[in-house]
């Protein structure tokens, strides 16, 4: 079993594995030739099933083991990544592999950072006179290319490369143990609509939240429970409306946003011919038809944290039962090309 790779795309890795983190401190991760797979499954909360190409994190990649499409599953403490990817930063080259220290599985990601020497630096502040190139009595200037290797040596002198090595300690899978991880299953959405900025909704849904955990309420014990996890309600419809909402017994306060998109569907990607699909009779119903669901004030807040991706989100409301969104990160490096899509599961809470 070998896995070696650069790495690419440091910060979009980065600020990935910063959401993933904010809702579980493990992940299953699933590599293979094609794609690399992270699975996050909270004990309570939402969950992530994100799935990339190679290339948007990876390049020189190099990947071999017994099973199908040299499969290889790793489960990953995702602190430890994060950290090591927050070193990373700014670095010239960084690469990760699968290794062993002392007979337990590691991923290592190895930092190559290019620093001033110090006693260089200092040298150059009080350097000796540069050496003279012998020139022709007929030339009026020294040999200027001569000049430039001697200026690129003087550089090379003045930095010397910081190599740093982060291990994170792994548990490589059987294949039967994983399995029985397998995507939540739910029927064909009611409402699909792209969602206003993250950042933007996550400030108003913190507001609320902070609102309802703030203001006095009654001191039983399931109003109790309501401070400590508010629920916000969460509506849109076939006609590019979102409604957030804030409903306790001390306060109903509401957020709309207008002029959304409510993306086309793809026959491909249906199980039922376009006419029957449940948004029609959304849509047909008018603005006043909505779907919606209720999320944890908190757990919802987690999720928005995706939202440093700066990717496109498409909300999926199953009324009353779910809500899946889907995450679309662009390729940098092919604006308006392919994109990878990370997946939210988020459960609605019975009224």
Not at 107 to 112: A, G, K, N, R, V
Not at 300 to 319: Q, T, Y
């Amino acid at each position: 079993m070998r896995f070696k790779t650069d790495l690419k795309n440091i910060r979009t890795f980065s600020k990935l594995t910063a959401a993933l983190s904010s809702l579980e401190k493990i992940a299953w991760v699933r590599l293979d030739d094609d794609s690399v797979r992270f699975t996050v499954i909270p004990d309570t909360g939402s969950q992530v099933w994100a799935s990339l190409s190679v290339d948007l994190i990876f390049e020189n990649y190099n990947i071999q083991s017994n099973e199908p499409n040299n499969t290889i599953n790793l489960e990953l403490p995702l602190n430890p990544l994060q950290r090591a990817l927050k070193s990373a930063m700014g670095s010239n080259h960084a690469n990760l592999r699968l290794t062993k220290r002392d007979g337990i599985p590691m991923l290592s990601m190895t930092i190559h950072t290019l620093t001033k020497d110090p006693a260089a630096e200092n040298n150059s502040r009080h350097p000796n006179p540069p050496p003279r190139f012998p020139r022709d009595h007929d030339d009026e200037y020294d040999d200027p290319f001569a000049q430039s290797d001697l200026q690129a040596e003087l550089q090379m002198r003045r930095e010397r490369e910081k190599v740093i090595t982060q291990d994170m300690p792994v548990r490589v899978l059987h294949p039967d143990t994983v399995e029985t991880i397998m995507q939540p299953k739910v029927r064909e959405p009611d409402v699909h609509i792209q969602l206003p900025p993250l950042l933007q909704l996550k400030a108003i849904s913190d507001r609320f939240t902070k609102l309802a955990m703030t203001t006095s309420a009654s001191s039983s014990s399931a109003n109790r429970a309501e401070k400590t996890n508010p629920k916000l309600e969460l509506s849109a419809n076939m006609h590019g409306n979102l409604r957030l909402r804030l409903f306790t017994d001390a306060l109903d306060i509401t957020s709309v946003w207008d002029n959304l998109e409510n993306p086309e569907l793809d026959p491909s990607q249906l199980t039922v011919p376009v006419e029957q699909h449940p948004s029609v009779a959304f849509r047909e119903g008018g603005p006043d038809k909505w779907a919606t669901v209720r999320v944890d004030g908190k757990d919802w807040s987690r999720v928005l944290s995706v939202g440093r991706l700066e990717g496109r989100v498409i909300a999926c409301f199953v009324d009353d039962h779910a809500l899946i969104l889907y995450v679309y990160v662009p390729h940098h490096d092919d604006p308006g090309g392919v994109e990878d899509v990370v997946t939210y599961y988020v459960s609605s809470y019975s009224a």
